[in-house]
C-alpha cells in the first residue's frame, strides 16, 4: 500500500508542476503521464541516490542546496525519456534552467504538502 500512496504523490507532484511552470509541457493521454510518473519513481529510486553520493562534497559546502540542482538533473533525465527523441510520451521542457529547475522545486514542495495531507499506511 505505501508504494501505491507513494506512486499517487509523485504523480500529484508531476501534474502539480506541469500545471504550475511555465515550460514544462505534456500532451500525452492519461496513461502515457502514468508511464512519465512511473519513470519518475523510478528515476528518484534508482539515479537520485548515485547523484546524492557523488555530489555530497558539494552538497555538504552549499548545506544541502545542491540537493535542489540534483532534483533538476533528475526531472531532465525523465524529460528526455519522455520527450520526442526517446519514448514519446509527451513531456517537454523548454529549458534546463527556469523550467526544469522550477518544476523540481515545485515538485519538490507539492511532494512534501502531499505526504504532510495523506495518511502513513502505517
Same mark, same amino acid.
Not at 502515457?32 to 528518484?44: H, K, M, P, S, Y
Not at 533528475?74 to 514519446?88: E, T
Not at 511532494?111 to 499506511?121: K, Q, S
Given at each position: 500500500?505505501?508504494?501505491?500512496?507513494? /506512486? =499517487?504523490?509523485t #504523480?500529484?507532484? !508531476?501534474?502539480? %508542476?506541469?500545471? *504550475? @511552470?511555465?515550460?514544462?509541457?505534456?500532451?500525452? +493521454?492519461?496513461?502515457? /503521464? =502514468?508511464?512519465? #510518473?512511473?519513470? !519518475?519513481g523510478? %528515476?528518484?529510486? *534508482? @539515479?537520485?541516490?548515485?547523484?546524492?553520493?557523488? +555530489?555530497?562534497?558539494?552538497? =555538504?559546502?552549499?548545506?544541502?542546496?545542491?540537493?535542489?540542482?540534483?532534483?533538476?538533473?533528475?526531472?531532465?533525465?525523465?524529460?528526455?525519456?519522455?520527450?520526442?527523441?526517446?519514448?514519446?510520451?509527451?513531456?517537454?521542457?523548454?529549458?534546463?534552467?527556469?523550467?526544469?529547475?522550477?518544476?523540481?522545486?515545485?515538485?519538490?514542495?507539492a511532494?512534501?504538502?502531499?505526504?504532510?495531507?495523506?495518511?502513513?499506511?502505517?
Amino acid at each position: 500500500m505505501s508504494f501505491i500512496l507513494s /506512486f =499517487l504523490v509523485t #504523480a500529484g507532484s !508531476l501534474a502539480i %508542476a506541469i500545471w *504550475i @511552470v511555465e515550460g514544462l509541457e505534456f500532451t500525452g +493521454s492519461w496513461w502515457e /503521464f =502514468l508511464i512519465v #510518473a512511473v519513470i !519518475l519513481g523510478l %528515476a528518484n529510486l *534508482i @539515479v537520485k541516490p548515485i547523484l546524492r553520493l557523488l +555530489s555530497l562534497p558539494i552538497v =555538504l559546502i552549499t548545506f544541502g542546496l545542491f540537493l535542489i540542482v540534483v532534483n533538476a538533473l533528475v526531472l531532465q533525465l525523465v524529460v528526455w525519456l519522455g520527450g520526442p527523441s526517446m519514448m514519446d510520451l509527451g513531456l517537454t521542457s523548454t529549458g534546463f534552467f527556469w523550467a526544469t529547475f522550477l518544476a523540481a522545486i515545485v515538485i519538490s514542495i507539492a511532494g512534501w504538502v502531499l505526504n504532510l495531507i495523506l495518511p502513513d499506511g502505517e
